[in-house]
């Protein structure tokens, strides 16, 4: 069997390539790096490790050796070290996506209060786009996202509703919507509705920007946007309307954009 030590110099010394530098990241004399590889020779029987005074590489045994104690020797220290932190309790840093200055706001204070539940835990927040959500949750640059229901996608796990707000049309300041206190549903068959970017969840763009009003009319669809700015800069210049959360009435505010309640709107749900 390989010593700890053993598999720790082979693999270190494989990376730097370097006596002293092997010597200095393992905090050990460069002689015991030289003992230690000679030993580890004698016992395989071949050189892995050709040494000159300007140079150290590996053998083709070496790197053989390497490639296959390399997978094995990963997966034994993150045992450990998940051994280690389940002894402490959480540690590490919770990675979350956010859109926009509302979800910013709300989760600074969640993580505050996490930080002080878990002190050996971080929290990092990221400001997102809309389309980027899904794909940094698929590749791991998240662990978790703040966004408007329904997200319906393969192998992301939906949580439970954490905000409800009421849904509130931006509408560009000069039409006729905006000088009316109130709106219906079945309004929206009169107006172009922005549409959102074909790389969002069905069940999101089907919730968010309608074909048809509650009884079937058709309601015309405009240009597409992909971010919340772009969407308020198309309001704004008067190429359609898009239904908004109410707190965009408090973090939004635009001369060329109004915001109007809807009676028989569903809220908007966050989550």
């Known amino acids: 069997m390989l010593e700890?030590?053993?598999?720790?110099?082979?693999?270190?010394?494989?990376?730097e390539l370097h006596f002293g530098r092997t010597a200095e990241r393992l905090r050990v004399s460069p002689a015991r790096i030289s003992q230690t590889i000679s030993k580890l020779e004698r016992r395989t029987g071949v050189p892995l490790f050709n040494r000159t005074s300007r140079r150290v590489e590996l053998t083709p045994a070496g790197r053989r050796l390497c490639a296959s104690l390399r997978p094995a020797w990963e997966q034994v220290t993150a045992a450990f070290e998940q051994a280690v932190a389940t002894g402490?309790?959480?540690?590490?840093?919770?990675?979350?996506?956010?859109?926009?200055?509302?979800?910013?706001?709300?989760?600074?204070?969640?993580?505050?209060?996490?930080?002080?539940?878990?002190?050996?835990?971080?929290?990092?927040?990221?400001?997102?786009?809309m389309t980027d959500l899904m794909p940094w949750l698929r590749d791991g640059e998240v662990d978790l996202a703040l966004a408007t229901f329904p997200f319906e996608d393969p192998g992301i796990v939906a949580g439970p509703v954490l905000v409800a707000e009421a849904r509130l049309p931006a509408v560009p300041a000069e039409h006729p919507f905006a000088r009316r206190a109130s709106l219906r549903m079945e309004d929206l068959a009169?107006?172009?509705?922005?549409?959102?970017?074909?790389?969002?969840?069905?069940?999101?763009?089907a919730d968010r920007t309608p074909r048809t009003?509650?009884?079937?009319?058709?309601?015309?669809?405009?240009?597409?946007?992909?971010?919340?700015?772009?969407?308020?800069?198309?309001?704004?210049a008067g190429l359609g309307v898009f239904p908004v959360g109410a707190?965009?009435?408090?973090?939004?505010?635009?001369?060329?954009?109004?915001?109007?309640?809807?009676?028989?709107?569903?809220?908007?749900?966050?989550?």
């Not at 700890?4 to 990376?15: C, I, N, P, Q, W």
């Not at 505010?253 to 109007?260: E, F, G, K, N, S």
């Open 4 to 15: 700890r030590y053993e598999v720790e110099t082979l693999l270190v010394l494989a990376e």
């Open 88 to 129: 402490r309790g959480l540690t590490g840093t919770l990675r979350i996506g956010f859109v926009g200055a509302a979800g910013g706001q709300l989760l600074a204070g969640a993580g505050e209060e996490f930080r002080h539940q878990h002190s050996d835990c971080d929290v990092l927040l990221r400001e997102a786009q």
């Open 190 to 205: 009169r107006v172009t509705l922005l549409q959102l970017p074909d790389n969002l969840p069905a069940s999101l763009r």
């Open 213 to 236: 009003t509650p009884s079937g009319k058709p309601i015309a669809p405009g240009p597409s946007a992909s971010t919340f700015m772009e969407i308020l800069t198309l309001v704004g």
């Open 247 to 271: 707190q965009a009435r408090r973090y939004h505010v635009r001369p060329d954009v109004a915001y109007v309640r809807i009676e028989d709107a569903p809220p908007l749900r966050w989550g």
